[in-house]
């Protein structure tokens, strides 16, 4: 059992940046997500400034240190100086585990991915990354080092599973929190709407950018009684295939995949009248180009999730300029929220800024 601070969801953020400000966010231990609260392991009892929350004991998992046993590992087969470059966080998409090996290592990679295989049971692939995400479609090219000769995963996340071929779609793991996320909040708001109307209105929901569909899915299935429909509109035609077969997978029925150019389909379905309760926007190197054409499927009390990557000390222009699209588009907008969800590089962050078409 460890003591845990439980938080509403909207709060999390906040509360989050407060226990990490005082040391007393837990490095040993997972965050927990259930219904509406987040769950803070802490070190100590906190101060009084906390006593608007309740503290409670919890079974809560703990954080594998897998990067140092991977570190450790690695130290019977290199140098002390190639020791201090090697990288030991990795990414895994099922069983298929993702490198990042520097150049003056790169005559050692294929021993380091064998150590990875010899310490990880649940790893039968190891590739390395061979480029940074690239062109329209986000993706990354991937070099075989050991194991299966493979580049298709299965992954489990959030109660879905999803089928993808790691080199040809964009997809990542760590983003697993941040769609959890978006479900919660799809939930809060369902509540507290049938607590103030008595009526229960489903949303229909788009998912701009929807590669293989993880985000889809994962609301599809976890906020099914939430939910009327959920569309995902994807460029790429391998992501929209594996879309369509994790959907399959998944035995979902309240999802439909367009495969396509966002600019293009956007100005169709309004031309149809089609309007969204709710609209993600999960490219974050180029969203503001797409807001005119989020904000021409949205209607009052849209809820809108627009990811961005910045340097902190950018954050508030993502907002000035959510605000001159709105202004553009004739819409009002208020700003909910702004989480970090990653970090790309010393002090650039992945974020999502939530608002409302008022
Ligand atoms: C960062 S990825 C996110 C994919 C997915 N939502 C996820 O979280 O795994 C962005 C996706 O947007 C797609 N994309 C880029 N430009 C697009 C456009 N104009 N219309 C539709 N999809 C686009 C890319 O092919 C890529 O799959």
Redesign the pocket.
């Known amino acids: 059992m460890v003591l845990t601070i439980k938080v509403p969801v909207k709060e999390a953020n906040k509360i989050k940046n407060e226990l990490m400000k005082d040391n007393n966010l837990s490095d040993k231990y997972k965050v927990r997500l259930e219904n509406g609260f987040v769950f803070f392991p802490i070190n100590n009892k906190p101060k009084k400034s906390y006593n608007k929350y309740k503290l409670v004991n919890k079974k809560i998992e703990t954080i594998k240190k897998e990067a140092t046993s991977l570190k450790e590992a690695l130290s019977k087969v290199l140098t002390k100086k190639e020791l201090t470059r090697v990288k030991t966080a990795y990414d895994l998409i099922g069983d298929v585990a993702i490198l990042e090996i520097d150049e003056e290592l790169r005559n050692k990679e294929k021993k380091i991915g064998k150590v990875l295989l010899d310490i990880r049971k649940d790893v039968e692939t190891v590739l390395r990354k061979d480029s940074s ?1 690239e062109g ?3 993706t990354q090219k991937m070099k075989y080092l050991v194991g299966e000769k493979k580049k298709v995963a299965f992954h489990k996340e959030n109660n879905i599973r999803l089928k993808l071929n790691v080199e040809k ?4 793991p760590r ?1 697993s929190t941040e769609r959890k996320r978006i479900v919660e909040l799809i939930k809060n708001d369902f509540k507290e709407l049938e607590n103030n109307t008595k009526k229960k209105t489903k949303e229909n929901i788009l ?6 569909a ?2 889809c899915c994962v609301i599809a299935n976890n906020a099914k009684d939430m939910v009327n429909k959920v569309i995902g ?4 035609p391998e ?1 929209h295939k594996y879309g369509l077969e994790n959907i399959k997978l998944n035995k979902l029925i309240n999802i439909g995949l367009i495969n ?4 293009k ?1 956007a100005p169709k379905l309004s031309k149809l009248g089609t309007k969204f309760d709710r609209i993600l926007m ?5 969203a503001e180009d ?1 807001l005119e054409d989020a904000l021409m499927l949205s209607k009052k009390g849209t809820d809108m999730h627009f990811y961005n990557f910045l340097h902190e000390k950018e954050f508030d222009n993502a907002k000035k300029t959510i605000k001159k699209a709105c202004i553009k588009a004739k819409k009002k907008c208020k700003i909910l929220n702004l989480i970090k969800c990653g970090q790309q590089s010393p002090g650039v962050y992945r974020i999502c800024i939530d608002f409302k078409v008022m």
């Open positions: 995400h329209v479609f986000r779609v964009y997809f990542s983003l998912v701009m950018f929807s590669g293989c993880p985000y509109i994807e460029i790429n992501g396509g150019d966002v600019k389909i999960p490219l974050p190197k180029h797409f």
